[in-house]
């Protein structure tokens, strides 16, 4: 899950933005969890859609 749509119980601020502490420690934790956790959804897809890209551009290379 991304913290970029996530809203704090404390502060009823977006996690993303850090405005207390609760705020900033969960975004330091969600962004520990994975190397993927910080970026959001359309960006994995944009990387997903240039990796399948790539793969195809091999493949032709080598037939």
């Known amino acids: 899950m991304t913290y970029d749509r996530l809203v704090c119980a404390n502060c009823a601020a977006p996690v993303s933005q850090g405005r207390c502490p609760v705020c900033?420690?969960?975004r330091e934790r969600l962004q520990q969890e994975?190397?993927?956790s910080?970026?959001?959804p359309?960006?994995?897809v944009v990387l997903m859609v240039v990796l399948v890209a790539a793969?195809?551009?091999v493949a032709e290379q080598t037939v």
Do not use: I, K, Q, T
């Open 42 to 44: 359309v960006a994995l």
């Open 24 to 26: 900033r420690a969960n």
């Open 34 to 36: 994975s190397p993927f």
């Open 55 to 57: 793969l195809v551009l």
């Open 38 to 40: 910080g970026l959001n």
